[in-house]
């Protein structure tokens, strides 16, 4: 089924300069870009993304991270794209994620308290419409 989902390269992909990397998997993979923005994340902003994640241990450092720096907001469509650019993004940790992943291939434990995995995708039909909200209003 054609359908959206919502991608944010994180403030850790952005500043080592992985965006075009990321965009490009994207395309190579079919789906097709309809909204790409650089964005300050706002307080606002963030609370609504990561609502199912308030009161976590990592929450905080989470937000803060997100905080750090721009992110780029994508808006990407194709058959199956949420599922499917869960799979090129890789499983959370990214020391662990698959090679051949965005994840796997470019991230690493950096020591931290937050997980820096570079990219967000929404994981379900719902989400990817309530994270579009968030990110492009109006779309
Ligand atoms: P994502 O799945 O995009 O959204 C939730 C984020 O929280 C996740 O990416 C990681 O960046 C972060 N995260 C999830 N679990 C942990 C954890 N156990 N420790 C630190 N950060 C985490």
């Keep these: 089924m054609t359908e959206r989902t919502l991608i944010l390269v994180k403030p850790d992909g952005v500043a080592r300069g992985l965006s075009g990397e990321v965009l490009a998997r994207i395309e190579r993979k079919g789906y097709v870009l309809e909204g790409v923005e650089l964005v300050n994340a706002t307080a606002e902003q963030l609370a609504a993304h990561y609502a199912e994640h308030e009161g976590k241990p990592f929450y905080q450092p989470l937000v803060d991270f997100m905080s750090s720096g721009p992110v780029l907001a994508v ?65």
């Design 75 to 139: 808006i990407a469509s194709g058959d199956g794209v949420i599922a499917g650019f869960r799979s090129l993004a890789g499983t959370t940790d990214p020391t662990t994620a698959a090679p051949g992943t965005i994840r796997g291939d470019l991230g690493r434990d950096w020591g931290e308290k937050v997980q820096k995995n570079i990219v967000h995708g929404s994981d379900s039909v719902e989400s990817a419409e309530r994270e579009i909200a968030i990110w492009f209003p109006g779309r």
